[in-house]
């Protein structure tokens, strides 16, 4: 095992890529000595970033270097090095250095000092980005906030310092559509903030246009909140009120003789199937949700701690599957963490 395994998904980052060994190792070497590793996860650059990254790794043996078929996108290319990384504890971040590795320190401090399994980077200020971007991400987080279930930071990107046992959960999920910061925040644990300034990129430009931040997004939003699923049936309750009343005008336009003839049975045909339609639709809405939280297979539920006689439960425990087999993580306090999946 590593202390630290630092994790970061580039794309096209050829200018970023020497400057970001530097500072990582810099960072790295100040907080644990050289018990550490730098996992890059190549995700389909067009540009000499993959060259160069084996460069790195062959002249350091502390980088270890992930070359993806193709573009897979940022948080499948992060779930890679995820997969890859060894370390007790675990930091991500972007390979453009807006996210100080610097403050890897102040981080495990925090860590340590909260007992946290978690220490998650909460952006104060945005250096070097669009007013565009700033506002779209400032309602994004608001909006998914208040559409989720489960408690979404905000403004938190992927940056964040982890725990073994965190991890362990984190990659027992098996979702196929990832949005990485709401399935640690799903996890539980101690999970604590952690202010930085962000900064601007060290050089290119973002690899997030429009239409990746778009489907970003639209993952989070599906993947974190059944609302959308909701709507529906919400619409479909009003609806089906709705036609009651109009069942009623209906009757009452037929006694006093208002309506023509063949207008009451077809209206009557009209707004019945319709309540019914929106019904069922309704209905299968609600297991369609089900479905999909069930296809999801996310571990049930994830144990932090057990307290009294648990030598005797061992074949209990057994068949659970363990998150982790650690038992003497940083931010853990000695029991085991066990979690089990569906
Ligand atoms: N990234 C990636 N695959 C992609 C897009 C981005 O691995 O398809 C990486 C990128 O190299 C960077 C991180 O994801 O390390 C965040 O991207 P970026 O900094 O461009 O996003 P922004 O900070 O502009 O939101
Ligand atoms: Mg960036």
Redesign the pocket.
């Known amino acids: 095992m590593t202390a630290l395994s630092i994790v ?4 096209n ?1 050829e200018a970023c890529l020497r400057l970001l060994h530097r500072r990582l190792t810099d960072a790295a070497r100040a907080v644990v000595g050289t018990d550490y590793e730098i996992v890059l996860v190549n ?1 389909g650059s067009r540009d000499g970033s993959w060259p160069l990254m084996q460069q790195l790794a062959a002249g350091d043996p502390h980088v270890v270097a992930l070359d993806l078929s193709r ?1 897979h ?2 948080q499948l ?1 992060l779930t890679a090095g995820l997969d890859l990384a060894r370390g007790e504890l675990i930091l991500i971040v ?3 250095l ?1 996210d100080p590795p610097e403050l890897l320190g102040a981080m495990l401090e925090t860590m340590r000092r909260e007992g946290a399994d978690v220490v998650y980077g909460v952006r104060r200020t945005r250096a070097g980005e669009t007013r565009f971007k700033r506002a779209t991400a400032h309602g994004f987080y608001r909006l998914l906030s208040r559409a989720t279930e489960i408690d979404i930071p905000l403004d938190a990107g992927d940056f964040r310092l982890m725990s073994r046992r965190a991890l362990n959960v984190l990659l027992a999920m098996p979702e196929q559509a990832r949005f990485i910061r709401g399935m640690v925040a799903w996890i539980g644990f101690r999970q604590v903030p952690f202010p930085y300034d962000r900064d601007e ?1 060290a050089a290119g430009e ?3 246009p429009l239409g ?1 931040m778009l489907r970003f997004a639209f993952d989070a939003l599906t993947g974190f909140s059944s609302a959308p699923l909701k709507l529906a049936s919400h619409a479909g309750l009003l609806l089906s009120a709705g036609s009651l009343l109009i069942i009623v005008y209906i009757a009452y336009a037929w006694a006093s003789g208002r309506s023509i003839q063949g207008w009451t049975s077809l209206m009557l045909v009209v707004v019945i199937l319709g309540a019914v339609q929106m019904f069922v639709l309704a209905m299968m809405g609600e297991y369609i949700g089900r479905l999909y939280s069930q296809a999801k297979r996310r571990p049930l539920y994830i144990v932090q701690a057990i307290a009294g006689e648990t030598d005797k439960r061992e074949g209990q425990l057994g068949q659970i599957a363990e998150a982790t087999a650690n038992k003497d993580n940083p931010g853990g306090n000695g029991t085991r963490p066990i979690s089990r999946a569906s």
């Not at 970061?8 to 794309?11: A, I, Q």
């Open positions: 970061v998904p580039c794309y980052e995700d573009n996108g940022h290319a972007d390979a453009d807006q990129r973002t690899k997030y990746k």
